[in-house]
């Protein structure tokens, strides 16, 4: 490959390649601050940069590669940061106004991790406002575009962190999911995101969370194996994350060996799935037992019927404890949110103790079902990319849908603190991406990461490129 598409080589092979002193960290980082100067201007996927501390900081990675000494195997790899995450040199502006030269003079703790082990950070990609929706677009920065097709949306709310990754800006990006925003957006867009175990990741210096616990951090890259790099530096217990101890915990218990027993469910009783996202699911399954793995196709038994009345409260709920607490962000935040927090308000205490409960028998009854078997495929998102301003599509199949009808296979599995991985598959006849996501018990992250890297070596993705 010519020096001057550097920007294709995913982190594996940058890092092997520094190892080998065939290439350096310097010349890299020059390479993606070209690519970005060249894609991001089409698809607004980077909103803020530090293009002179990103260089500074490659020097000091050729460096340490060069002695023999790197901090880690993500030491002078580019990445980018979702701007729902703070970083203690850039703002963290949430998509909103309010917000838009907020400091707080940390890192969360993912990304000093990553920082530590000398990931080069390139800059923060965009968001919708407060991160809450499934599209990507904000009065501060506007609306991100899918590299694949300009007029369509690249999902949410990472949708900035994977158009870059789509656009080749950077070959790794730290996300944040949920209820979906690494899978949909991973999905329409032809990359991989792992939504982590619950804790998996643990969490520090945080913005104030909107789903209860459901928010969790986690990698998205072009291939498995680096999303497995990343993830292996972010993860790991921490004391000011109790829950992390138990993830942990959950990640040390024997894995299954030998051919998986996965669950395929096609869809959700009647609801609307975009016939090209069945047939290429369908197939990525049928790829899966192609491999050995026994797969068994039927429901999901699970009682998933309360969280469809429960999901819009949680965040309502959310956003007026936010308001409550953070008037001058409630001033000039736009009025749909202003509205669902208005809603919040009205919403008594004892429906809100009612959900947490509902979410604690979730997560007991998803232990059951994780003892018969060891993973779940299901689709990442029920309908293709849609027009880039619009918050989600208004059909699906023919059928008229609310804003959660394209998400109605993703925030169950937030709601159960399960692992959850997004794989591409066969693209639609347009040419657009489409993903599947296999999910596994709390703590199966390695197991979904492995049974991703088998079915990627077998139908490999990372040379598609959207033609930009």
Known sequence: MSDNNLWRLPATELARRYRDRSLTPLAVAQDCLGRLQAVNPRINAVVARRDAAFIAEARAATDRWARGAPL???????????????????PTTWGCPALRDHRTGHDELAVARARAGGALMVGKTNVPEFALEGYTDNPVFGATRNPWDLALTPGGSTGGGVA??????????????????????????????LKPSLSAVPREHVLPSLLLDFEVVG?????????????????????????????????????????????????????????????????????????????????????????????????QAGLARLFEHAPKWQAAASQKYRDMAELGERIPASRLWDILERVRQLRRDAATLFEHVDAIALPCA????WPAQDA?????????????GHAIYTGWVNAAGLPALALPCAPS????????????????????????????????????????
Do not use: N
Request: aromatic share 6%.
């Open 382 to 385: 029920a309908a293709l990319p």
């Open 72 to 90: 880690s195997p993500i030491d002078g790899i580019p990445l980018t940061v979702k701007d729902s995450l703070y970083t203690a040199d850039l």
């Open 219 to 315: 990698p998205l890259a072009r291939t498995v194996a680096d999303v497995r790099l990343l993830f292996e530096v972010m993860r790991g217990p921490a004391a000011v994350d109790r829950s992390s101890l138990a993830a942990a915990h959950a990640a040390g218990q024997p894995a299954s060996a030998g051919p998986l027993r996965i669950l395929y469910v096609e869809r959700f009783g009647a609801a609307p799935l975009d016939p090209q996202v069945a047939a290429s699911v369908a197939g990525a399954v049928d790829q899966l037992a192609a491999l050995g793995h026994r797969v068994e196709r039927g429901p999901l038994s699970l009682d998933l019927d309360f969280f469809a009345a429960a999901w819009p409260q949680i965040g």
């Open 429 to 468: 006849r347009e040419g657009l991406p489409i993903g599947m996501q296999v999910v596994g018990r709390y703590g199966g992250d390695d197991l979904l990461l492995d049974l991703g890297a088998g079915y990627e070596a077998a139908h490999p993705w990372a040379e598609r490129w959207p033609p930009l």
């Open 164 to 193: 870059a990754l789509a656009a080749g800006i950077a070959p790794l990006a730290i996300g944040q999911d949920g209820g979906g925003s690494i899978r949909r957006p991973a999905s329409h867009t032809g990359v991989v995101g």
């Open 392 to 404: 989600y599509p208004l059909r699906i199949d023919g059928q008229d849908v609310g804003p959660r």
